[in-house]
T-cell receptor
């Protein structure tokens, strides 16, 4: 089977750095997606990691370790607008994405 | 149309009624998906289609049916709605189901079954 785990909720302070972890167990793993979803809106794409290591995209970075079945999303210089749910999703073989349940991030002043 | 659209935006439905949620994309994507999203349960795949003319079952297919007569449209039908089908429904599309195929999501349909 396939299993994706991520924390349910996190709180962080404006201007700080937060790391959202995701562990996965899938067969035929290809890569790991991160999506952002604001309340009442649709998920939107943030990043996709195929190779091990860190990929940086502005204030957001995503890391993957294929051997450990582990990924994290790093958000720097947090802003209030970063309050949202963050979904990790594993891409395996030619099957549809398997999503984690999402991590609800609250950014406080 | 730009991207992926869903209709209706929201709907209140009596239990036992039949309902079709519509989804249309203009990106010529081969693959399309239907998810439901419930608090604490995340996005769960209902049905998907790798290409026009084919469909497949996801994690929670019972009580739902889909068809894919052409590339652009992927309607989801609830034959006889039940209160447990109260949820937010998202349609999504991607170029294929292979590697690095980002899914694009529609705005969602909020369905309440009473």
């Amino acid at each position: 089977g396939q299993n994706i785990d991520q924390p349910t909720e996190m709180t962080a302070t404006e201007g700080a750095i937060v790391q959202i972890n995701c562990t996965y167990q899938t067969s035929g793993f290809n890569g790991l997606f991160w999506y952002q979803q604001h309340a009442g809106e649709a998920p939107t794409f943030l990043s996709y990691n195929v190779l091990d290591g860190l990929e940086e995209k502005g204030r957001f970075s995503s890391f993957l370790s294929r051997s450990k079945g582990y990924s994290y999303l790093l958000l720097k210089e947090l802003q209030m607008k970063d309050s949202a749910s963050y979904l990790c999703a594993a891409n395996s073989g030619n099957t549809p994405l398997v999503f984690g349940k999402g991590t609800r991030l609250s950014v406080i002043a | 149309i730009a991207g992926i659209t869903q209709a209706p935006t929201s709907q209140i439905l009596a239990a036992g009624r039949r309902m079709t949620l519509r989804c249309t994309q203009d990106m010529r994507h081969n693959a399309m998906y239907w998810y439901r999203q419930d608090l604490g349960l995340g996005l769960r795949l209902i049905h998907y289609s790798n290409t026009a003319g084919t469909t497949g079952k996801g994690e929670v297919p019972d009580g739902y049916s889909v068809s894919r007569a052409n590339t652009d449209d992927f309607p989801l039908t609830l034959a006889s709605a039940v209160p447990s089908q109260t949820s937010v429904y998202f349609c999504a599309s991607s170029d294929s189901t292979g590697p690095h195929n980002e899914q694009f999501f529609g705005p969602g349909t909020r369905l309440t079954v009473l």
